[in-house]
């Protein structure tokens, strides 16, 4: 179908377009026209134009050419061949000058791609005409301060149907240089041309070849500059600055955010030297428009073939004389192909979904047809001309002189860039959607509303509160006044009130109070008296002052005047405390305990505590009650990222692969920086033989953890980093067993007045190594984060997925640490006993190493090399992850073999990092074997106030009961169950010693 063109054009100038000298030319008034090409054709010229006083000239010309599917001008050609209006100036004919002459001024260029995105017209407020230093030599002025020309179009039928726009797609290749060139590569001696090529599909089954010709060797020196233009691929355009695509750059970018082979740290130097050495430069942008068909085809072809081959190569320069060759000789000269060699680019990336850009530097390897069939499954050649290479010396020699490129370690920077991604990404609203399809979320609460009753209970409450504080304050004055004492005159208490309000003025605590007491003013103003707006008048307000002061007043006293009433005991365990206690139940396998304790640590409106409660149906191997705990915590908050992993792995193990995928696709768009997420979304591609996407999830995972180590890195600089010490040589804030001594005891009351920190209680025991502080942290890897995740919540199926990947990247320490906990989990004691012993080869400074070690002796009741490996690890100056039950099993191992003065002072070291009831029950049993009664009861009080239904303490208690004041306090203990006989015997033996009789009875 016929394509025609209609061009008007208008130039301005501020000043008069030809400045000459009187010698040049002959009147005031020059000719100008445009001359119109496209592809090499010369479409026409428009008539001449007078160029005006004002400096502007007027076009009104219209051309056409033809458009082929099969023909010269394919969508092909339109897609990388601009259309080229070259500004001509008429000289005025001279005496005896038969025609007349013609100067070219300057070129522009109309880029024919929007035709092939929709648009059925072209128009730009400015197209810039770019001059031609060569002719500007030979013109009469500096012509590059020619403005541009304004109000130009290029108009064109509908070239594509809503089919092919739809399903359609274009693909751009930029070939931006190739650095670290062989030595042979020189500048001088005779010219030679630096060709590249890659084959794509076009329509059906056809080859596209996109030819990078004419590459620039550049000597050493400065780095290209960035943004620079990206060009045409045109031999036609004399004005250099027409060569620039408009509105498109080559913007670079940090090696790491690469697709390519180079964008590792250990090659940033390399790119470095590299890019500011001898190099070929070309800068070229190629386009091919890809039917729907074709782009059908690109995607089997780059499933088929992870690799597409770029080939290079030098070839002699087309030479410029006049002399005339043979036939022959032309031949030969087509067949000179020197220095072949081939990139291979990783096309896997553009099948990712939502991919729609490559970049990256790829080496440059010999050109051989056996290597390039064996990776690409087919071998095209660059074809210059109609010959083909022949013979095996002509194909050795291209060997040899392509082996230079690997031996220089070249390599080919290039962009690949589609116009719409060959696999379309869902949209983060639709992934929302879909996930609350399967899982509603939870309707929204309530509005909390109260009435003036409720408003008017807390006003009491606060002036109760409040009256107790100022009864404590004058008590602290004045001393309490006994019964028996008798009233106090009249005169007294006018003195004491005067000194008790200075007191409270003078220290502040009287506007405390007040602030204490606004608040359920304010309440009161809202909830009884209903006002909310401001007042009208000055009077209206002292009105209502005046109401509202008797009627606080008159509660005030109702308040004073109630009896008292036995205040509620405080609950002293927090959520946090009952995750520990849980903890500790799981360790020791008392589930039943550890169900108990998450059922009422976990709050219906707060997603960690199901999260929790999810792991431990999970360590239980319950994983429909783990879904429900895990979609509980989505419903909650359907953008908590953790929630959906989580979900995603349970949907993994009850084989629910498309909600699975929902799961994690969703947390990646919602943390696109969370390298768990990343991770894991690798593993579930990978479990469903989908390695292009597993691929890419990867390749993104490593991208964030650089990023995140970088930043940590700039961080620590900007702070200077802390000296580090051997560990080998410095002993641990954490006591040691020689310092667990009685001469260096604490008594129990100095842990009872600390606050309980549950800052080390964070990191669980089955967890993957947490983060180490201080010394020497191991480098992380994406799959070591994304183990220490899954032990946390107890997702062992794909902890050992991960640890798979990790042993490609070899063995390391936490390789080891998290294989040896995943066995100790299933009690295989001799393969995680393997697995340690490894660990410690490698890295035997860890502490986690020695405590796992220590936990696997504990369970094997080897209670000596427990001991050692305990006692080792609290010596390093490093914690481990688990101190808490570090702390635990060495205290009980040191109650075992009767040192009871380490055992106390173990005990008493955990209880100040975290105590519980079992840490507590340690120092008590401790101290009642030292015969200190008063310090065993204080502990054994400690612990059951914070679990009242524990035996042992119960029975310890009734213990010290009967050794201090012979009472029988053995009743309660008999209906918890006591399980050790040992300590049952003992109490009955007790019993009978002082009197008592059988509990049981």
Known sequence: QPCSSGTTFLVHSKNPLFPGSPKSIRSDTSFTLVRVEYDGVILGDSSTVQVLPNGTANYNFTTSFEYSPDGPN??????????????????????????????????????????????????????????????????????????????????????????????????????????????????????????????????????????????????????????????????????????????????????????????????????????????IVWDTERRCYLDPAAVLVLQKRIAE???????????????????????????????????????????????????????????????????????TSYAPKIQLSDAALEGENTEKSLSLDGQQ???????????????????????????????????????????????????????????????????????????????????????????QKRVLNFELNSSGKYFAFKEQLKYAVVKIVREKYLKTTAFETQEQFQAFLSELYVYLVDQMHVALNQEAASPVPLTRVTAEQLWLFAHEAEVNKDYKLAALYHQQVKEPLFPPYWLDYGAFCLLLEDTTKAQECFREALSLDPRHVRSLLLCGIVAVVLQHYEEAEIFFEDACCLEPSSVVAWTLSGLFYELQNNNIQAEMAFREAKKQLQAQLAKERSISEGKGGKKQIAAAYVRSTSPGPEQLLPGNSYPCSYFRNEKPSLGLMKAHFLAGPPPISGLSQPSSTIFMKAVEFLMKFNAIQFVHMALAHELL??????????????????????????????????????????????????????????????????????????????????GSVYLEEKEYGKAKQTYLQACKNSASCLTWLGVGIACYRLEEMGEAEDALSEANALNNSNAEVWAYLALICLHVSAQPAAKPQTGLGLRPAALLQELRAAQQRFGFGNPAF
């Open 74 to 279: 394919s969508l092909v050609d339109i897609a990388q061949k601009p259309v080229l209006l070259t500004v001509i100036e008429a000289l005025q004919k001279q005496k005896k000058q038969k025609e007349e002459k013609v100067m070219p001024l300057g070129q522009a260029v109309v880029d024919l791609l929007p035709l092939l995105q929709g648009t059925t017209s072209i128009f730009s407020s400015s197209i810039n005409i770019s001059c031609s230093p060569a002719l500007v030599l030979c013109s009469r002025t500096p012509l590059c301060k020619l403005p541009p020309s304004d109000k130009n179009g290029f108009h064109g039928k509908p070239l594509l149907s809503a089919s092919q726009l739809s399903n359609g797609n274009l693909l751009s290749v930029t070939l931006e240089a190739a650095y670290s060139v062989p030595d042979a590569f020189v500048p001088t001696g005779p010219p030679q041309n630096y060709v590249a090529c890659l084959q794509v599909p076009a329509a059906g089954e056809k080859e596209v070849p996109l030819l990078f010709k004419n590459g620039i060797l550049k000597p050493g020196g400065e780095k290209e500059s960035l943004p620079r233009p990206k060009k045409w691929s045109l031999a036609n355009i004399m004005a250099p600055g027409a060569l620039n695509i408009p509105n498109s750059f080559i913007f670079g970018g940090p090696y790491e955010d690469e697709d390519g082979e180079l964008n590792k740290t250990e090659d940033r130097e390399f790119r470095i030297q590299a890019e500011s050495m001898k190099r």
């Open 305 to 375: 073939c992870r690799y597409w081959p770029v080939e290079v190569c030098r070839m002699p320069a087309v030479s410029s004389s006049k002399g005339k060759s043979s036939k022959a000789d032309k031949g030969d000269e087509d067949r000179q192909i020197f220095f072949h060699g081939v990139a291979y680019v990783n096309m896997v990336p553009l099948l990712c979904p939502g991919v729609k850009r490559i970049r990256g530097a790829f080496r440059v390897f010999a050109y051989q047809d056996s290597e390039v069939l064996e990776k």
């Open 809 to 890: 990247e070899g063995p390391s320490c936490a390789y080891y640490l998290a294989l040896a906990r995943t066995y100790l989990l299933k009690e295989e004691f001799s393969k995680c006993e393997e697995c340690l012993c490894e660990a410690a080869r490698i890295d035997f400074m860890n502490p986690d190493v020695w405590a796992l070690k220590g936990h696997l002796c504990y369970l094997k009741r080897d209670l000596a090399g427990a001991k050692e490996c305990y006692e080792r690890t609290i010596s390093f100056v490093v914690d481990a992850a688990d101190m808490h039950f570090v702390y635990l099993r060495l």
């Open 405 to 495: 490129y690997a031996e220089a370690g070249t390599f080919l920077v290039v962009e690949i860039k589609l116009d719409k991604a060959l696999v379309p990404k869902r949209l983060r609203e639709e992934l929302t959607k879909r996930v609350k399809e399967m899982i509603p979320p939870r309707p929204p609460l309530p509005p909390r509303t109260e009435g003036a009753k409720k408003a008017v209970e807390d006003y009491h409450n606060h002036v109760t509160s409040i009256a107790v504080a100022i009864l404590s304050e004058y008590h602290d004055l004045f001393g309490k006044q006994l019964p028996d004492q008798g009233a106090i005159d009249h005169q007294t208490l006018e003195e």
